[in-house]
């Protein structure tokens, strides 16, 4: 992208620019037509026609002229009407407010906050949830609230209901399971569908489930890694946003896979985070195309 | 990329538009428009706007109904002449044409021989160039010409001339030197400015000219690299298309690394050949932007 | 390894000496003793001892004076008789016999001959039998014997007994699957534990099975790759030797994660075939311990 | 390394030996044996034999009978007299105590004090000496010292004096610099010879200096690393550790290639902190032996 976009001169503001339909012609020369008749900028582009699905994606960097932001997005849903795709405007600089969900490994959430502290991280983190206590002390000195939800079979409907008023409260855009031990009710899902965002500790589809590390350990793999999806119904099955992967030895025991594996996991959701909140990742499916 | 654009339906004929030019609002716009006018479709597409020079880079992969190439091609011209762009609009079966250069070792060449072979490498190999005669029966059985060009400080420029004579005739688009250990002349250099691909045996900027493994092992690196790029007047500075390296350890004394380098480079110079191939990788001053 | 070890001098042979059993104290003081009193000496040494099962793996490099070879290996053998070792002394310059099976696909093959032939895989090619005939004229012209064996499920066992044959006449030590697509009968596998190796294009345990790239795309996986493994009687369940993966986007359809695939199986079986042929891959139930 | 080494059981203490000295016939004999009649039990071991300068280097890690280390260590050197070596018996819990030195970037810092406080890296941090006074409330809460010593020219001096002293008085094994960004005098480096790491902002050789990241940028790389290596009086040539590289775009400005680096800066300091802190690491003339 274009290094001048993050911060455009005072009468230009840096937007960007989601875009999916049903793949026809036109739609790109639509688009920049409309972009260019209000006297706003290209400044990155990417795309993808998906033939197999007849999908078409698009993501686009603009500099708009203050000011002139819903007009743009206006003219954009008429102009593009006939292709009737689901399109998103946003400036830059309003980011995407972020709930995180923790239990008691703090390696995740120590990664998020670090990257968000420094600035890497464009998210507004608007609270904390973690079924146990054990994570307060990481998160309040940041000035950012922590909510202690417990959870147990019996009390897990009250809890996804609290869940859903700080989602609400906060006007949280997406949710980050950092690690977050409890398994979320298939109701809770489906009400957020693309914005519930999960690290599994194994390379999908190898070692869903629990304990990967000692699946892995058992299965003499020499690689291990970490997998961050969108969290759907099934378990681990959600559509794959970014994985990775680090070579280990035959020295190393589960313990140590379990350290190793650390690393690839705050790697790996940190990364998936800044996709999301950056909108780099479009649902195609069962998959994902990310445009970075 | 669409997978249907390598194959495209009867009626319609792949090709790959490349363009660069100032940045200014509207090339976008234009260049859809035009495309959109000749009843063609934008299969792929990606750009580039470098604040730092100004210059605007894009290249896309389009439909085009079979016989409006040229038409369209001129159209573009005259939309676009306002940007006075460098602009390449090629179908993409008909293949750039290249000449291999090599001396003794075989590893590059071979490789590039096979996925020339399988079809991975979009490339017609007119003509292999070599110093000497040793790689002849590794090119002439899969019916490419072999020329045998050895070179002294005194021959140097009367075989540069008929390399020259050999580019010409085979309507070469670029060289690629796959492990050609002769120093070619300024002079021949400056004739095909961003068409002459070179593999260097060590990850640059480190290790510039002779033997870069024993450079490599006296300082100890703990990877080493190959880098692939294009070839200007200074020996090892031209702007780099593609590098990588490979882990190593203490027990691997120049031998060794040469022998672990070898895997590298090959992959890195069939990488460069692919991106160069396919017109992904446009100069902007000393640098590439490569669009993959 | 040390440099000099695979170039002994004159009076000095480079030698390779394994071993495994139960783990006690007192192995690698025998083992060194016993080294010392026959003049000979140690290069490199790598050991591990699993304490979960007890098992002490050794894997040492020797210079031995020309003509003691023989009698070190009694001397060992005598010496360590009371751990009740596996034991096995090699000269290195005696390589490793293999037997190279193949149907169509000839990237595998392509690249076992390439190593083989300049030196870096040091192992024996005593036959390669196709059940294809597609690959003769990669093998014949190295004055390697090509033997066609075609097979149907009337014709498996006479043609899993002429395979056996082929095994015993050529002294072959081991069996590389190159992309071999014919199942091997439990009975043939059972024959020869620890001695087929065979490279599954998926990153195991992922993808088990047919056609794993399209498992894989349809997944939408970010990353593909390959697993050499040893053949047991279960389908790519085997005791893994090495893999690897590479990165792919969303641009690449089963044919190319096919294409891109196809370098990560050659890599991968290439590095698993000369790990296997230097006794670097020790079988410890049902993982190994890798010595490189 | 083995399992039980980390946890022996009461009777028995891990330990880990290194050693080096000239190469000859006989060592690992003399090593084993003097170990198998203290009853210690070798749990893992390493060795190197470099012909080219004729140094041998070992690391072993064995398991030593409560209260027999000493006895144990004069034993070695005792019997291992002949080679005059370096010799080096240390508990495995006798964690090696570390200075860490800081200016204003706190990646590496950060990371640091996470894998420490987790358990991952096996050191005592006794004190973190800063030139600056930003980083104290990261290190205080967690009950270490942070001393600051600002450095101007004419300070320089009396503040390395100072430095020396809190070296002395902590009984620091080595010295970290963590993004620390003044010059250590030569004078100052040399009483500590292979005991100061630092981390360079780049890949070595490449972008020695200042600015690597411009500089990177300006060469148009494909790839961006961090090296930590063994400082001595030449800036950024000391002895080879660890490094590791990530791949950036052309989409990266200086900004945005400072940022990405700073992931890798840190990856590459705490795996080479680690590395040193288990005595993994061998000088060896200006290169290194890394026991992993």
């Known amino acids: 992208m274009s290094g001048g976009s993050a911060s455009a001169t005072p009468e230009m503001v840096a937007h960007v620019l989601t875009l999916r339909c049903i793949d026809e012609p036109g739609i790109v020369a639509a688009v920049s037509q409309t972009i260019l008749s ?17 999908t078409f994606t698009l993501r686009m960097e603009l500099d708009v002229p203050a ?18 795709p689901l399109l998103s405007l946003r400036r830059r600089d309003r980011l995407r407010r972020v709930v995180i969900m923790v239990s008691k490994a703090d390696h995740c959430l120590w990664d998020l906050l670090y990257h968000w502290r420094s600035g ?26 922590f909510h202690l939800l417990p959870v147990t079979p019996e ?17 949280a855009d997406f949710i980050v399971l950092a690690r977050y031990m409890q398994i979320l009710s298939d109701d809770f899902c489906s009400r957020y569908p693309g914005r ?7 390379f999908l589809p190898g ?29 681990d099955e959600g559509p794959i946003i970014e994985q990775n992967v680090v070579r280990v030895s035959h020295r190393q025991l589960e313990d140590d896979l379990v350290r190793t594996g650390r690393d690839v996991e705050r790697r790996v959701l940190t990364r998936a985070v800044r996709l999301h909140a ?15």
Chains 1, 2, 3, 4 share one sequence.
């Open 67 to 84: 000011g002139a932001g819903s007009r743009l997005d206006v003219r954009l849903r008429e102009e593009l009407a006939r292709f009737d």
């Open 38 to 54: 209000q006297a706003a900028n290209i400044t990155d582009s990417a795309q993808y026609a998906h033939e197999r699905s007849g």
């Open 278 to 292: 950056e909108d780099r990742v479009m649902l195609t499916g069962h998959r994902t195309v990310v445009f970075d």
């Open 196 to 202: 519930i965002i999960n690290i599994h500790h194994s």
């Open 120 to 145: 890497d991280l464009p998210v507004e983190i608007v609270a904390v949830v973690g079924n146990h206590d054990a994570l307060r002390t990481l998160v309040e000195p940041h000035g950012i609230p």
């Open 207 to 235: 070692f869903k489930g629990a304990k990967p590390y000692h699946q892995a350990y058992d299965r003499g793999v020499k690689l291990i890694g970490a997998t961050a999806h969108y969290v759907t119904g099934d378990l």
């Open 155 to 171: 009390t897990r409907s009250e809890q996804e209901a609290r869940l859903r008023g700080i989602v609400v409260e906060t006007g």
